[in-house]
């Protein structure tokens, strides 16, 4: 072809641009250029592309750790407690802008994969254990972003309900609790919001890859769901070159290619690729156009992303993150009063948790921690604070600049340098000339001992690397290198160790260089520095001490993002560390005593019944001492109601009672969901278990009413929908904000079912006194089951209750409704 680069105007007919490509061009489109974005062919006019991560903050194109400043936003389960799709939209609306700032046209999110286990690694990114509330908030999520110009990425499609060995294993789901539970969420994005992009996940389903299963991409998301975006691969997570793209998958990402490296041969010998790469390519380009990335191609250059921080962005996250706070336990000790002193302790108290770990994570704006938050709120000389322990996986990592020196080999020449902020650096970019997979990395940094005595150091990497301490080896992650759970099983686990240290500065030296790594992603390379004093053994006594002496104590416990992260499970339910012997040791010398809660998800609290109050504030972005602040004086509504089920052991988790190996986590490369549609609330239900806090539940500073439930008919017919009107009325002395909860309990059914199952739901806010009426639909789906047998979704003639109050297990008022004739919806 003779073509030469030429303007193309906003509407673009796409077609018509597909002719004008060779097959080489149109190969190329199907994989990324880099990390980050899709491949420009300038010759046609087409612009590149570029994508972010992820769900609670935009990234950008740099690292995950280090990388440009950008907002940080409460995480998903944070935002799946407020149970508020309205606040879910203007955050989206607000996220677009944070994209379009980085020169992004695509946010990969967001995260809604079904809450089936409380040990999922990822399970503070998702939404909820209910596929309703989950489908719910990622549709205004959706909405918001897109309608301000950025594609949304719901991801990741699908069966990704744990870390365990997702890049291989298959995860094996029986076809009710597919569709009923883990397909539900992707089928109201995909039909109400109308996603521009869908990403597919690492695991097989079934025994075959998501990234290249026909039924998944074909038959169900474009075929019967309607679906007409693009579909990516979640990064590395594309296994084949004509297979994935016959099968339905666009863009192999990150780039260049490497599973499809071979592609162009295989669409030169056969036609049937060659017509499969055509579609491929009309799905990235249609991408681009709707980006509005052909009308006004955007600088996706990393040197040119903003890191603007917008007030009104401040304000939002700092809303968000109060309303997401549940308020688990008041005894009437909360809100705080004004003026009274305040002891705020604990590893939480000092150091902002605002974030979970993986490719979540970013380089926040700020990071406000809970003592921050309440000296702003009640003045500095009223706060006192101690540590008390520690609750590190891993030890912290230096925030002090580290500067590295590249050489092509040991004791060459260094070719390039380069300075980074912290301590863990993760490579997406090198300077020029240098090759990711094969270099040597000397990183010098100094570290400050406050004081002489015992001093920890330590490595993780993805990659071989070996530490000294002022010129003398002291961590070897070389010689003996083993793959463990850091850098999404990539990196090594943390390997330690201790020197006496003089006071003052000293001089830690890392050498690096990559691995090889199977199924990996080419030059992924990282390393993690530790550096910390030994604890002092009496450092709880000493908490305990400075909490005897204030009228108050907020003991800030909980997790960070090592815990919970992508890429490893969560470590179980008990709390890590010593923390729960804090909370002892504080409430024993302080009765007035808060906790403040800061998790992905439930843990045990053996405390439970000793004290008085219980804030469960998630990891709520980087306003998180400001919203604890607003929330423990009452400034806002800790308004807040689990999105899960909070169990009281493991032995309660509906993944571990049947077979605790091949159920979860899986065993043979297959991880099998005996418990089927048994998850969440649904298996308290049918096992009659207690929880520590049922799904849906809440407190809060005021108090409720929820009467008169009503149906708009008793009697409905196949096809039609019902309303349910209720009124609420704020029985208290504050205005607060309480959710609604609709369920349907079918009474007669062929095929088991829950035995109550959530369909509506209405968050209200009311004034002291404020009565309103909250009108609930219930239509064919929210009476239908999915019949396997019959490829279709089912509601059969009969009876049914609807039940409704404000929590799974707070469910007063119930009236009986009957669908007059069976009612069919068919599947593929």
């Given at each position: 072809?003779?073509d030469?680069?030429?303007?193309?105007?906003?509407?673009?007919?796409?077609?018509?641009l597909?002719?004008?490509l060779?097959?080489?061009?149109?190969?190329?489109l199907?994989a990324?250029?880099?990390?980050?974005?899709?491949?420009?062919?300038?010759?046609?006019?087409?612009p590149?592309?570029?994508?972010s991560?992820g769900?609670?903050?935009?990234r950008?194109?740099?690292?995950?750790?280090?990388?440009?400043?950008?907002a940080?936003?409460?995480?998903?389960?944070?935002?799946?407690?407020t149970?508020?799709?309205?606040?879910?939209r203007?955050?989206g609306a607000s996220?677009?802008?944070?994209?379009?700032?980085k020169?992004?046209?695509?946010l990969?999110?967001?995260?809604?994969?079904?809450?089936?286990?409380?040990?999922?690694?990822?399970?503070?990114?998702?939404?909820?254990?209910?596929?309703i509330?989950?489908?719910?908030?990622?549709?205004?999520?959706?909405q918001?972003l897109?309608?301000?110009?950025?594609?949304?990425?719901?991801?990741?499609?699908?069966?990704?309900?744990?870390?365990?060995q997702r890049?291989?294993i298959?995860?094996?789901i029986?076809?009710?609790?597919?569709?009923e539970?883990?397909?539900?969420?992707?089928?109201?994005?995909?039909?109400?919001?109308?996603?521009?992009?869908?990403?597919?996940?690492?695991?097989?389903?079934?025994g075959?890859?998501?990234?290249?299963?026909?039924?998944?991409?074909?038959?169900?998301?474009?075929?019967?769901?309607?679906?007409?975006?693009?579909?990516?691969s979640?990064?590395g997570?594309t296994?084949?070159?004509?297979?994935?793209v016959?099968?339905?998958l666009?863009?192999?990402?990150?780039?260049?290619?490497?599973?499809?490296?071979?592609?162009?041969?295989?669409?030169?010998?056969d036609?049937?690729?060659?017509?499969?790469?055509?579609?491929r390519?009309?799905?990235?380009?249609?991408l681009?156009e709707?980006?509005g990335?052909?009308?006004?191609?955007?600088?996706?250059?990393d040197?040119a992303?903003?890191d603007?921080?917008?007030?009104?962005?401040r304000?939002?996250i700092?809303r968000?993150?109060?309303?997401?706070?549940?308020?688990?336990?008041?005894?009437?000790i909360?809100p705080?009063?004004?003026g009274?002193?305040?002891?705020?302790?604990?590893?939480?108290?000092?150091?902002?948790?605002v974030?979970?770990?993986?490719?979540?994570q970013?380089?926040?704006?700020?990071?406000?921690?809970?003592?921050?938050?309440?000296?702003?709120?009640?003045?500095?000389?009223?706060?006192?604070?101690a540590v008390?322990?520690?609750?590190?996986?891993?030890?912290?990592?230096?925030?002090?600049?580290?500067?590295?020196?590249?050489?092509?080999?040991?004791g060459?020449?260094?070719?390039?340098?380069?300075?980074?902020?912290?301590?863990?650096?993760?490579?997406?970019?090198?300077?020029g000339?240098?090759?990711?997979?094969?270099?040597?990395?000397?990183?010098?940094?100094?570290?400050?001992a406050p004081?002489?005595?015992?001093?920890?150091f330590?490595?993780?990497?993805?990659?071989?690397?070996?530490?000294?301490?002022?010129?003398?080896?002291?961590?070897?992650?070389?010689?003996a290198?083993q793959?463990?759970?850091?850098?999404?099983?990539?990196?090594?686990d943390?390997?330690?160790?201790?020197r006496?240290l003089e006071?003052?500065?000293?001089?830690?030296?890392v050498?690096?260089?990559?691995?090889?790594?199977?199924?990996?992603?080419?030059?992924?390379?990282a390393?993690?520095?530790?550096?910390?004093?030994?604890?002092?053994?009496?450092?709880?006594?000493?908490?305990?001490?400075?909490?005897?002496q204030?009228?108050?104590?907020?003991?800030?416990?909980g997790?960070?993002?090592?815990?919970?992260?992508?890429?490893?499970d969560?470590w179980?339910?008990?709390?890590?560390?010593?923390?729960?012997?804090?909370?002892?040791?504080?409430?024993?010398?302080?009765?007035?005593?808060?906790?403040?809660l800061?998790?992905?998800?439930?843990?045990?609290?053996?405390?439970?019944?000793?004290?008085?109050?219980?804030?469960?504030?998630?990891f709520?972005?980087?306003?998180?001492?400001?919203?604890?602040?607003?929330?423990?004086?009452?400034r806002?509504?800790?308004?807040?109601?689990?999105?899960?089920?909070?169990?009281?052991?493991?032995?309660?988790?509906p993944?571990?009672?049947l077979?605790?190996?091949?159920?979860?986590?899986?065993?043979?490369?297959?991880?099998?969901?005996?418990?089927?549609?048994?998850?969440?609330?649904?298996?308290?239900?049918?096992?009659?278990?207690?929880?520590?806090?049922?799904?849906?539940?809440?407190?809060s500073?005021?108090?409720?009413?929820?009467?008169?439930?009503?149906?708009?008919?008793?009697?409905v017919g196949?096809?039609e929908?019902?309303?349910?009107?209720?009124?609420v009325?704020n029985t208290?002395?504050?205005?607060?904000?309480?959710?609604?909860?609709?369920?349907?309990?079918?009474?007669?059914?062929?095929?088991?079912r829950?035995?109550?199952?959530?369909?509506?739901?209405?968050?209200?806010?009311?004034a002291?006194?404020q009565?309103?009426?909250?009108?609930?639909?219930?239509?064919?789906?929210?009476?239908a089951?999915y019949?396997d047998?019959?490829?279709?979704w089912?509601?059969e003639?009969g009876?049914?209750?609807?039940?409704?109050?404000?929590?799974?297990?707070?469910?007063?008022?119930?009236?009986?409704?009957?669908?007059?004739?069976?009612?069919?919806e068919?599947?593929?």
């Amino acid at each position: 072809m003779t073509d030469t680069p030429n303007t193309l105007p906003a509407a673009v007919d796409i077609d018509a641009l597909l002719d004008r490509l060779t097959l080489e061009e149109q190969v190329s489109l199907l994989a990324g250029a880099d990390f980050w974005r899709t491949v420009a062919i300038p010759r046609v006019g087409i612009p590149a592309l570029k994508v972010s991560d992820g769900p609670a903050g935009v990234r950008g194109g740099g690292p995950l750790v280090g990388g440009m400043k950008t907002a940080a936003y409460p995480v998903g389960i944070a935002l799946g407690s407020t149970w508020n799709p309205a606040l879910l939209r203007e955050i989206g609306a607000s996220l677009a802008r944070e994209a379009l700032d980085k020169g992004a046209g695509v946010l990969l999110a967001p995260t809604i994969n079904v809450l089936r286990s409380a040990l999922n690694g990822r399970n503070f990114e998702n939404y909820a254990e209910d596929p309703i509330l989950t489908g719910k908030l990622a549709v205004a999520y959706v909405q918001g972003l897109q309608d301000s110009g950025v594609a949304a990425t719901p991801k990741h499609f699908a069966g990704n309900e744990s870390e365990y060995q997702r890049g291989t294993i298959s995860s094996n789901i029986p076809a009710r609790a597919m569709r009923e539970l883990y397909l539900r969420p992707f089928e109201m994005v995909v039909r109400e919001a109308r996603p521009w992009a869908i990403m597919t996940a690492y695991n097989r389903l079934d025994g075959v890859y998501c990234s290249e299963n026909p039924w998944l991409l074909e038959t169900v998301l474009r075929g019967e769901w309607g679906f007409d975006g693009l579909v990516m691969s979640d990064w590395g997570g594309t296994h084949s070159a004509g297979e994935s793209v016959r099968a339905g998958l666009d863009l192999e990402m990150p780039g260049p290619a490497r599973a499809r490296a071979g592609l162009l041969e295989e669409a030169q010998n056969d036609p049937a690729t060659a017509a499969a790469v055509r579609e491929r390519g009309r799905a990235v380009l249609t991408l681009v156009e709707r980006t509005g990335t052909f009308a006004s191609p955007r600088d996706v250059r990393d040197s040119a992303e903003r890191d603007t921080e917008y007030p009104d962005t401040r304000a939002l996250i700092r809303r968000a993150g109060a309303e997401g706070m549940v308020l688990l336990k008041n005894s009437g000790i909360l809100p705080l009063p004004a003026g009274a002193s305040v002891a705020v302790v604990g590893p939480n108290a000092a150091t902002a948790q605002v974030m979970g770990g993986g490719s979540a994570q970013m380089n926040a704006h700020r990071r406000v921690s809970p003592l921050e938050g309440l000296r702003e709120a009640q003045g500095a000389g009223a706060v006192s604070t101690a540590v008390g322990c520690d609750n590190d996986k891993y030890l912290p990592v230096p925030t002090v600049p580290v500067h590295i020196e590249y050489r092509a080999q040991a004791g060459g020449d260094v070719t390039a340098r380069e300075d980074k902020p912290q301590a863990e650096v993760m490579w997406f970019a090198y300077p020029g000339g240098i090759d990711p997979t094969a270099f040597h990395g000397t990183l010098t940094l100094s570290v400050h001992a406050p004081q002489a005595g015992e001093y920890e150091f330590s490595l993780a990497s993805a990659g071989l690397s070996r530490l000294r301490v002022d010129g003398e080896p002291l961590v070897d992650n070389w010689s003996a290198w083993q793959p463990g759970d850091t850098y999404f099983g990539f990196g090594s686990d943390e390997v330690r160790g201790r020197r006496t240290l003089e006071a003052g500065a000293h001089t830690v030296e890392v050498e690096f260089v990559p691995n090889t790594f199977e199924n990996g992603i080419a030059g992924f390379n990282a390393v993690r520095i530790g550096f910390r004093a030994e604890p002092e053994q009496g450092s709880v006594a000493q908490a305990a001490a400075v909490a005897a002496q204030a009228d108050y104590a907020v003991v800030c416990i909980g997790t960070n993002g090592d815990w919970e992260t992508e890429g490893v499970d969560r470590w179980g339910l008990d709390l890590p560390g010593r923390q729960n012997e804090l909370v002892g040791a504080v409430l024993a010398a302080n009765p007035n005593t808060v906790v403040v809660l800061q998790t992905g998800g439930p843990v045990t609290m053996p405390w439970l019944e000793r004290v008085p109050a219980v804030v469960q504030a998630w990891f709520p972005g980087q306003e998180a001492g400001h919203a604890i602040a607003d929330v423990l004086y009452g400034r806002a509504e800790p308004g807040g109601r689990l999105p899960q089920t909070f169990i009281a052991s493991l032995k309660d988790d509906p993944t571990h009672p049947l077979n605790p190996d091949v159920q979860y986590p899986g065993e043979g490369g297959r991880v099998e969901y005996h418990e089927g549609l048994s998850t969440g609330y649904r298996h308290v239900d049918r096992s009659g278990i207690t929880p520590l806090f049922p799904f849906g539940f809440g407190l809060s500073y005021t108090t409720f009413e929820v009467s008169n439930l009503q149906l708009s008919a008793a009697t409905v017919g196949a096809g039609e929908t019902v309303t349910a009107r209720v009124q609420v009325k704020n029985t208290g002395q504050r205005a607060g904000s309480t959710v609604v909860q609709l369920y349907v309990r079918d009474r007669d059914s062929r095929l088991e079912r829950p035995d109550k199952e959530l369909k509506a739901f209405a968050k209200v806010h009311l004034a002291p006194g404020q009565i309103e009426t909250v009108t609930l639909p219930v239509g064919m789906r929210d009476l239908a089951y999915y019949d396997d047998a019959a490829r279709a979704w089912v509601a059969e003639a009969g009876d049914f209750d609807v039940l409704v109050g404000q929590s799974s297990l707070d469910l007063p008022h119930t009236l009986r409704l009957s669908l007059s004739t069976d009612w069919k919806e068919a599947t593929s």
